[in-house]
């Protein structure tokens, strides 16, 4: 039996870089999950009867919205859910499943990154039938539409064991529960050379994956340990756990402080990478050498063909606009489209859909590809696996030829988190009212070529997102740019971008920080960050 239930609308709904994310508390109060739910689906059309697939990251919370995720799809008349086991399924393998599934949609229940627990974070996202993020137009309809709701919709169904895979009738509606893994480990199968990779670990090759205690876990012991005959203990913290063992779930330097160490002393393993809360992000280090984002996007388009889907090789490269251009030399060099969008993993949906792009990436730890439309974290650790064993090389090896082929990029993100909201907002502000005067002048000896505040016009769709950051131009091609996050739930997060391009192989092995000493100066020069945020020094670097 449906249920109409009254409610009234929360006024801080709106959808961030990826989905809606808050405290766990805000997530707890009554309706609010509810009224975000019932905002996505009545900003859809044509869903009756459809599939709808749910899953999370596992999460704290995670199974009790699960359950009202399931009930509120029966009562808003899908014909059929699609959940993945105890709840669980990493953002990539939901992806898969809506788009193998033919399902009309999918809810994902994940806050990323970001830590987890009952005082910690929690989020919702929609994806649509490609398998995809919301694109603006939907995440916009949504929040207008979370402004003004004063119903939902919920079927009696009891509780759904999420635990026993098969099937369920929840009030007419079909639950099934499948393995959260099986699909997509059949999917990389198919992408990539499973017997040359196994190969490598019989003949000695020592990695380590770190899940963070977050959903990869059981991904990477099936595919790494189980079908790669990588040895048991080559994926560690392997359990998720609905706190992330205390940790942020963010693979990045500082918090994958552990393996980074590791990597770079005497007893390092071959290679080594983690991925983050929802299984999207990907951190790759080689025996010490750390490869950031940004170098290991233009690295594995620039090896792809030896990978058996990709051997025909790209049609594209698509990067987000603060992610340096070191990929933008190999689409270059391959003579293919390159494409540069706004942060964010929806941006990139209508290049793959238009089959414009076959391989995406961002600086924040994301690569993917057309396999998929969102960025996926195991699929970047075991392309770079197959490169690995094509090449017969290590990853500094690679690395080291990539630079002297086609230069380097110097590239780092400072973040400031938690920042005092107006605070970082008058930062941006005064240096948007800056911007025209910018072009002509100099800063620490380095003249600025250009600045603007970035603007996507999608040249698929023709839409047009504007504010998407602020770039500062210098001469010679080095730049830093200047945006808030999208997806902290406290305060602002301020990020400064800079990047130096270096064609010199015999400047190829500068510590990154001191590499791009003056650019970072001149960027505090340029936007006062110190003096608006009271900051000495940024809480993050990557
Ligand atoms: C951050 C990253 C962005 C990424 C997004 C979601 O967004 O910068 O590149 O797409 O997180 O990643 P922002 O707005 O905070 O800079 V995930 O793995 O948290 O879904
Ligand atoms: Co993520």
Same mark, same amino acid.
């Given at each position: 039996m449906t249920r109409t239930v009254e409610t009234k609308p929360f006024s801080d709904q709106k959808p961030g870089t990826s989905g809606l994310r808050k405290k766990v508390p805000v997530f707890q109060q009554e309706h609010y999950a509810e009224n975000f739910i019932q905002s996505v689906f009545d900003s859809?059309?044509?869903?009756?009867g459809q599939t709808l697939v749910i899953g999370g990251?596992?999460?704290?919370?995670n199974r009790e919205v699960i359950q009202t995720a399931i009930a509120m799809a029966a009562g808003n008349g899908f014909g059929r859910v699609i959940v993945g086991q105890g709840g669980i399924l990493s953002t990539p393998a939901a992806s898969h499943i809506i788009r193998k599934y033919k399902a009309f949609g999918g809810l994902i229940l994940s806050a990323s990154h970001n830590p987890g627990g009952p005082h910690e974070d929690f989020g919702i996202k929609y994806n649509a039938g490609n398998g995809g993020p919301a694109p603006e137009k939907l995440t916009d309809a949504i929040f207008e539409r979370s402004k003004t709701i004063s119903r939902f919709l919920i079927a009696?169904?009891?509780?759904?064991?999420?635990?026993?895979?098969g099937f369920v009738d929840a009030g007419g509606m079909e639950v099934e529960v499948v393995d959260p893994v099986a699909d997509y480990a059949e999917l990389m199968e198919t992408l990539f050379d499973f017997d040359a990779i196994r190969t490598m670990f019989k003949g000695g090759f020592r990695m380590a994956f770190d899940?963070?205690?977050?959903?990869?876990g059981p991904y990477a012991k099936e595919?790494?340990?189980?079908?790669?005959?990588?040895? /048991?203990?080559?994926?560690?913290?392997f359990v998720p756990l609905p706190d992330f063992?205390?940790?942020?779930?963010?693979?990045?330097l500082v918090h994958a402080k552990a393996l980074y160490d590791e990597m770079m002393g005497?007893? /390092?393993?071959?290679f080594g990478a983690a991925s983050d809360g929802d299984g999207d992000r990907n951190l790759v280090i080689g025996r010490s050498i750390f490869i950031t984002p940004s170098d290991s996007l233009a690295m594995l388009a620039a090896n792809a063909h030896l990978a058996p889907g990709y051997k025909a090789g790209l049609k594209g490269i698509a990067r987000s606009m603060?992610?340096?251009?070191?990929?933008d030399r190999v689409a270059e060099k391959l003579g293919i489209g390159m494409y540069e969008t706004p942060t964010?993993?929806?941006?990139f949906g209508n290049l793959l859909d238009a089959g414009m792009a076959t391989i995406c990436g961002e600086e924040s730890a994301g690569t993917g590809s057309d396999h998929v439309r969102e960025k996926d974290g195991l699929w970047a650790v075991l392309l770079w696996l197959n490169i690995l064993a094509m090449r017969g090389e290590s990853a500094r090896e690679i690395a080291t030829k990539h630079w002297a082929t086609?230069?380097?990029?110097?590239y780092s993100r400072h973040d400031y988190e938690e920042v005092e909201t107006e605070a970082a907002n008058r930062l941006m502000t005064e240096l948007r009212g800056r911007l025209a005067a910018l072009p002509g002048t100099a800063v620490r000896g380095m003249k600025i070529a250009a600045a603007d505040d970035f603007a996507y016009h999608?040249?698929?769709?023709?839409s047009v997102s504007k504010n998407q950051g602020i770039r500062v131009m210098f001469e010679g091609g080095s730049r830093a740019v200047f945006r808030l996050s999208g997806?902290?739930?406290s305060g602002a997060t301020l990020r400064l971008y800079v990047e130096r391009y270096e064609p010199d192989p015999a400047h190829h092995d500068l510590d990154t920080q001191e590499a791009l000493s003056e650019l970072i100066a001149a960027a505090d020069d340029i936007a006062g960050i110190r003096r608006h945020t009271g900051r000495e020094k940024p809480s993050v670097i990557t």
């Open positions: 859809l059309e044509g869903f009756q990251d596992g999460r704290y919370f009696d169904i009891g509780l759904v064991d999420l635990d026993r895979l899940a963070m205690h977050a959903v990869t595919i790494l340990e189980k079908r790669l005959g990588a040895p /048991a203990g080559t994926a560690r913290n063992g205390g940790h942020h779930p963010d693979p990045n005497d007893d /390092a393993p071959d603060p992610t340096s251009g070191a990929a964010g993993w929806k941006f086609y230069g380097r990029n110097y999608d040249p698929v769709d023709g997806t902290g739930t």
